[in-house]
Nanobody
């Protein structure tokens, strides 16, 4: 089946930066899109950003626009999330989601991002 693995989380002070990476692997996996979600303690999981695999178009949740940048490396089946100007409100477990061409979703186990003030 498909394995999705995130990395790059950590602790930073407000205003700092982090870059998250996520690799999706599978013998027959064909990527339609990859996205990032996050979940803060006591809150619902929320969408952060998505990138289409074919054309590279992107879409962001409003609060991260201008601060976060999602990108991809199709050869490595890897998605990145460059997070700049981090705020305490960004503190959450960040989850990577990989969607195949058939519409099936695969999730990583998450990576913790902690932003202190």
């Amino acid at each position: 089946q498909v394995e999705v693995v995130e990395s790059g989380g950590g602790s930073v002070q407000a205003g700092g930066s982090l870059r998250l990476s996520c690799v999706a692997s599978g013998r027959t996996f064909r990527t339609y899109a990859m996205s990032w979600f996050r979940q803060a303690p006591g809150k619902e999981r929320e969408f952060v950003a998505v990138i289409n695999w074919s054309g590279g178009s992107t879409y962001y949740e409003g609060s991260v626009k201008g601060r976060f940048t999602i990108s991809r490396d199709t050869a490595k089946n890897t998605v990145y999330l460059q997070m700049d100007s981090l705020k305490p409100e960004d503190t959450a477990v960040y989850y990577c989601n990989a969607t195949d061409v058939g519409g099936k979703n695969y999730w990583g186990k998450g990576t913790q991002v902690t932003v202190s003030s």
